[in-house]
């Protein structure tokens, strides 16, 4: 699920150091399900490339 810039401004940098551990593991495991075939969305990856993009560009300017 992508979460908006605005919304993570919002939140503190505890949540979003716990959110970025959280979709890079779902990254990981993204990465496991694409490699064995059990992946239906490829597109997912992305999405949750993006998402850790976004956190990581937002606790730099906290």
Same mark, same amino acid.
Request: charge should be positive; glycine fraction near 4%; aromatic fraction near 4%.
């Given at each position: ?11 503190? #940098? ?16 993204? #990465? ?27 606790? #730099?300017?906290?």
């Amino acid at each position: 699920m992508l979460i908006k810039a605005k919304e993570l401004r919002q939140k503190s #940098k505890q949540e979003l150091e716990i959110a970025l551990k959280e979709n890079r593991e779902k990254l990981r495991g993204l #990465k496991f399900d694409l490699a064995s075939k059990k992946l239906k969305n490829a597109r997912s990856i992305g999405w949750t490339k993006k998402q850790i993009a976004r956190i990581l560009t937002i606790l #730099k300017q906290i």
